[in-house]
């Protein structure tokens, strides 16, 4: 017969193949069948399996919260994803090598600078990471990859 374990909070820690029907194991309450932390948690008044809500699509990074049941925002996580996208973005300036600066219209030029000084505040924003306005990247330097 395969278990779930779950902590207190019906945080799904493990699953496990035994014989017997103890209800505690070592501290951890468990249910007969296996069931995914990634996919459910168990109710710990009616020790029923829950499947969790889909996780939200976004550019953002959501852990699930086990006390509130629901999918949240990892700050941290996602502060470094939106990090990562705003590098990936300056290299696309990176490549503007000094002859090839000095082919670019004066126009093109003032918008590399604007657009390269809007990117490294992006994490200056106030809705910073989760609510970001992105620079929108000039034209030229789509077109020159």
């Known amino acids: 017969m395969s278990y779930t374990t779950y902590d207190a909070n019906g945080q799904i820690i493990a699953t496990f193949n035994g014989a017997g029907a ?3 194991i070592n501290g951890l309450n468990y249910i007969e069948e296996s069931h995914s932390d990634l996919t459910h948690y168990i109710d710990v008044n009616t020790k029923l399996p829950i499947e969790k809500p889909t ?3 976004s550019e953002c990074h959501h852990i699930w ?3 509130t049941k629901q999918w949240q925002i990892h700050n941290t ?3 470094t ?7 990936k973005l300056l290299l696309l ?3 503007v090598g000094p002859v090839w600066y000095a082919c670019i219209t004066q126009v093109e030029q003032i918008q590399l ?8 505040n992006v994490p200056q924003q106030g809705g910073f990471p989760t609510n970001i306005v992105w620079p929108i ?3 030229f330097l789509i077109s020159n990859k």
Request: no cysteine; charged share 35%; hydrophobic share 35%.
């Open 81 to 87: 994803l939106m990090r990562n996208k705003r590098d």
């Open 137 to 139: 990247v000039p034209p």
């Open 22 to 24: 103890k209800h505690n």
């Open 113 to 120: 600078g604007i657009f390269r000084a809007e990117l490294l």
């Open 65 to 67: 919260n086990p006390i």
């Open 93 to 95: 300036i990176d490549k």
């Open 55 to 57: 996780k939200p699509l």
């Open 77 to 79: 996580r996602t502060a």
